[in-house]
């Protein structure tokens, strides 16, 4: 089953076309790695996907349900009350966290689901611990955000996402902010999460990560999909001169 | 131990303050015969004694006969307009080497070293003239204002009032000083007091200047005398300027003068009449005055609190709404609380409170009480600091990282939950120190509510120390609010000590 499915995404920041038409679908259990130079749109995709931009043309469905289509070079989207369940069917974890630094870090977990979904306090609390557990990170959780390493606050981060049980997670160059010692740190977050089905979409740059975790990896560059396929295709035998020039240049650094 | 070590600062603050107190007293004297100049103390506002005319410059009676004495001796005529409550802080300082300016010798014989008197003038009562006012007796539970620390506010309640003015007083519903006549006739004509009690020469010059509304009561509140006041035991000025006058009235300079201000009917110059110099002071204990002093000041304490805390209760609130209004994304509403910060911000306090105050009547046309008085001190002071604190609010909010609104918009909080809940708190957190900032402003402001005639501390000690001719009540006042700003200091770091579990 598709859980997201994007035709002819498209999106300019005043004169810069930034996105020159996207086709993606993601299907469920499926991790697929976005990969491409900076300044390729993927990021902007990323955000598109996740609501936070909105896109100028395109049509963008989640688990089957249509939230926006273009018409006449105008976004229609859908009413209010299914955009907000489209919405609650994924989460994003950012490149520099966002935790809410007022909050401790069980109430970081916790306080949407309970405030947004009106979900029991205690089975929330009792998730959130699970969680923490998980991220072994159960000794944290009445502290702040403040208090914790990098590599410590972006699993909170994911812990955060998850606990909303999301049907599929983005992921935002979720260790650029990070020391290569605790970029492994997440990177194992994510093999974990990838080895329970967690259907997930990342935008990295840790190539190695990506062809050994993917399902499915995408080459952008200049606001386009240049390659897609297995990461046996993509990353080992790019077809594409583009794919070629960026991965050497990223096996030099 | 960290409180122990208040007191003894306290203590060192006010030594201090006492010290630089006796070092502006003790400066005064002066070698009579090097005089190069004479300067003269008086009320800018008090017409035809001294004023400022259409063209700007300082005249009257009183200034004229300054310049004539000033000529005569070879010296320079300084113009000094004071503040009435200070005057006698600027002549003890020796800013001002006498006031001349009206000034009335009844209830102060004992104060001053006075030349003899040159005007006979009596204490009146104004009214507007369709009030059906005609006698005092109609004043009883009426509010009457007189100007802070005149003769009239001495006819009433000085120890030397007869006791028939005293029974007046009583039966008046509030005795309102305010700081000048020009406030007072706002005040009449906005129907926030129903008369004032003023001096005769200068009762019968406002009527004149401000037509038919106003009328005059026959019955006098007292007859009194205007001399001329030195510090008390200058005797060599006092003697040099006396001297003068009488040489003026002699060769007819003196009457040629009171005929140009048409004030011929009052002048009573008699070169026979004795000399009033001052007499002894009746001895109090420095502890006594000061415990009676701070007695008086209590009243006004309790005024000054009030005003801090209603502004605060009612203005933190209303920025927030300005705040938003100012952020919204509708433009007309985002324009129109720009342009009221910008007017708020951009004019001074003092004038906003005389717009809330006399705004309804001259502008709507609407009659004030003398209750609005209070209402409108602390409505003025929300509106000003509403608009500050929209502000401190604005930068506060837009200093939340994007990222806390774009993680609360994944997680789905509507924007209300966003910001109650994500950020509120960290706002209260980037605005605090600006906070405590206007806040401490505001407890100095409160002072400000004079504009309106309010009576909050540091008018009351304006006034305890114009009345007691002592500066101990400013000391005292400024102790008042430095202790008040050190317990807001304290209160306040103690809040952005709780908020310190985050970062």
């Keep these: 089953m598709e859980l997201l499915e994007i035709t002819g995404l498209k999106k300019s920041f005043g004169e810069l076309e930034v996105l020159k038409g996207i086709d993606l679908s993601v299907n469920e259990k499926e991790v697929v790695s976005i990969l491409g130079p900076s300044g390729s749109g993927k990021s902007t995709f990323l955000r598109c996907i996740s609501m936070l931009e909105h896109p100028d043309e395109g049509k963008m469905v989640y688990c089957g349900k249509e939230a926006a289509h273009s018409e006449g070079g105008k976004m229609i989207y859908a009413p209010k009350n299914e955009l907000k369940e489209i919405k609650s069917s994924f989460g994003l974890v950012f490149q520099s966290f966002n935790l809410f630094p007022h909050y401790s870090v069980l109430k970081n977990l916790t306080d949407a689901p309970i405030h947004v979904q009106k979900r029991s306090k205690n089975e929330v609390k009792k998730e959130a611990m699970a969680l923490l557990e998980k991220m072994g990170l159960s000794d944290k959780a009445e502290q702040y955000p403040y208090q914790l390493s990098g590599g410590q606050q972006q699993r909170v981060a994911i812990a955060r996402a998850l606990a909303m049980k999301p049907k599929m997670l983005f992921f935002d160059e979720p260790t650029s902010a990070l020391d290569p010692e605790l970029t492994a740190e997440i990177l194992k977050v994510l093999r974990g999460l990838a080895d329970e089905h967690m259907t997930m979409v990342i935008v990295t740059h840790e190539i190695g990560f990506a062809k050994s975790v993917s399902d499915k990896v995408v080459f952008m560059d200049g606001g386009v999909i240049v390659e897609q396929g297995a990461p046996a295709d993509v990353i080992d035998n790019p077809k594409n001169e583009r794919t070629r020039a960026f991965l050497k240049k990223m096996e030099e650094k | ?503």
Excluded at chain 2, 241 to 250: G, N, S
Excluded at chain 2, 376 to 386: D, E, Q, R, S
């Design chain 2, 1 to 503: 131990m960290k409180k122990k070590r208040i007191i003894p600062l306290l203590c060192a603050a006010a030594v201090g303050l006492s010290l630089v107190a006796g070092a502006f007293t003790s400066c005064s004297e002066k070698n009579e015969s090097e005089r190069t100049k004479l300067i003269v103390g008086f009320d800018a506002e008090f017409p035809p004694y001294g004023y400022k005319d259409e063209s700007g410059e300082y005249v009257g009676f009183d200034l004229s006969l300054a310049e004539e004495v000033c000529k005569r001796n070879g010296w320079e005529l300084v113009k000094q307009p004071i503040d009435w409550d200070s005057k006698d802080m600027e002549l003890k300082t020796g800013a001002i080497d006498c006031i001349w300016n009206g000034f009335t010798v009844t209830g102060r014989e004992k104060l001053y070293t006075w030349t003899t008197p040159y005007v006979d003038n009596s204490q009146v009562t104004v009214v507007l003239a369709d009030s059906g006012i005609t006698q005092m007796s109609d004043l009883a539970g009426k509010v009457v204002a007189v100007q802070a620390d005149s003769a009239a506010l001495a006819a009433f309640d000085s120890e030397d009032a007869t006791d028939e003015n005293k029974a007046l007083a009583q039966s008046f519903k509030e005795l309102q000083q305010v700081p000048n006549y020009n406030i007072a006739f706002l005040n009449l004509e906005s129907g926030a007091v129903s008369a004032i009690c003023m001096d005769i020469g200068v009762a019968k010059y406002e009527i004149e200047a401000r037509g038919s509304k106003f009328m005059m009561l026959d019955e006098p509140v007292s007859t009194e005398q205007y001399a001329v006041g030195f510090l008390k035991g200058n005797y060599e000025l006092r003697d040099k300027v006396q001297e003068t006058l009488i040489e003026m009235l002699d060769d007819g300079t003196f009457a040629n003068i009171a005929k140009d201000w048409e004030l011929s009917d009052s002048v009573c110059l008699n070169k026979d009449d004795r000399l009033l110099d001052g007499g002894t002071e009746k001895k109090e204990s420095f502890a006594d005055k000061l415990g009676r002093i701070c007695k008086q000041l209590a009243k006004g304490v309790g005024a000054s609190l009030l005003i801090f805390v209603l502004t605060l209760i009612f203005s933190l609130p209303l920025g927030l709404l300005i705040a938003f209004g100012r952020m919204s994304r509708f433009k007309p509403l985002s324009w129109l609380m720009k342009l009221y910060i910008s007017i708020v911000r951009g004019t001074p306090l003092m004038l906003q409170l005389l717009v809330v105050f006399f705004g309804p009547h001259f502008i709507f046309g609407i009659s004030t009480s003398s209750e609005y008085r209070f209402y409108a001190v602390v409505i003025g002071f929300t509106l000003n600091y509403a608009a500050y604190f929209a502000e401190i609010y604005r930068s506060g909010i837009q200093a939340v990282p994007q990222g806390q609104h774009e993680a609360a918009e994944i997680l789905g909080y509507t924007r209300q939950q966003k910001f109650i809940r994500i950020v509120f708190p960290q706002m209260i957190k980037n605005i605090i120190p600006s906070i405590t900032n206007e806040v401490i402003t505001l407890v100095k402001d409160t002072s400000l509510a004079f504009a309106i005639s309010y009576t909050e501390m540091f008018t009351l000690a304006k006034q305890v120390a114009a009345a007691e001719a002592t500066i101990i009540p400013l000391f005292v006042a400024g102790v008042f609010y430095y202790v008040f700003n050190f317990i807001v200091a304290a209160v306040m770091s103690a809040i952005e000590k709780k908020l310190e579990y985050f970062k």
